[in-house]
């Protein structure tokens, strides 16, 4: 199936599973190769949420999953079709903490998904970044996400923030999105080369990315432009019926 979200997959996400996929398929069709996921130095797979695989005893891929069973848990068998579950699979939202945040060119993102020593939970690389690094105190909770709701085009959290931290959403970055803190507006900013993220000071209760293209606002101001429009001409084509009245030349008397 297509990562969380998308009918079909964005150019991140295809850029993501590329290494692992058929490329002998449509580009629509997200079916990943188990012998490329097996053999993948990084965690492409894991970044995009995806916890469940579905393989088949027609080829190799349920032998190949099997034979890593620290990654991949055989759940369930529906005939020659096997479920696996993806063990290592990152949650849709999670949170970093700030200390492991660093700045990185798209690039550098790119490379570091492919680097084993990578980890995710613990480190993010963000297109911008100028907040300072310093270790969180010790013994300090992690943060934790406590729901989420998706709506389409608007996605609601609600977060435990003990301290300053990175909130990871695993949804394409794309222009037009926007986020809110505790209700006030809040840097969007790109993480890990193809995903979204937020950074949220500590006692951040309430998360909301949106989505709200220029496009979508140009048109609300032209549409109230042309209402605008219309009411003032309606408004000054109207004479009070007095005036009209004052204006009519009487007729003739016999």
Do not use: C, M, Q
């Amino acid at each position: 199936s297509t990562p969380h979200g998308y009918d079909s997959p964005s150019r991140l996400h295809r850029r993501l599973l590329d290494p692992l996929t058929d490329r002998t398929l449509p580009s629509f069709v997200s079916s990943v190769r188990a012998a490329r996921l097996v053999g993948a130095p990084g965690r492409r797979l894991d970044h995009l949420a995806v916890r469940w695989l579905l393989a088949t005893s027609w080829n190799e891929s349920e032998r190949l999953l099997a034979s890593s069973p620290e990654r991949f848990r055989k759940v369930r068998t529906f005939g020659s079709l096997v479920l696996f579950e993806n063990l290592r699979a990152l949650p849709r939202a999670f949170l970093v903490p700030a200390a492991g945040a660093r700045a990185a060119t798209e690039e550098e993102a790119w490379t570091a998904l492919d680097d084993p020593g990578f980890e995710p939970e613990k480190a993010v690389l963000l297109d911008r970044w100028a907040g300072v690094s310093s270790a969180p105190p010790a013994g300090a909770r992690p943060g934790r996400v406590l729901a989420l709701e998706d709506a389409g085009e608007r996605v609601d959290l609600a977060v435990d923030v003990p301290d300053r931290s990175i909130l990871v959403l695993a949804d394409a970055w794309f222009p037009g999105w926007e986020a809110e803190v505790d209700g006030r507006p809040a840097p969007l900013v790109r993480a890990n080369a193809a995903f979204r993220a937020v950074d949220l000071p500590a006692g951040t209760k309430a998360v909301t990315f949106r989505y709200r293209p220029r496009s979508f606002r140009v048109g609300a101001a032209v549409s109230l432009a042309g209402l605008f429009a219309v009411l003032s001409a309606l408004f000054l084509g109207r004479r009070p019926r007095g005036a009209a009245s004052a204006g009519r030349t009487p007729p003739p008397s016999a």
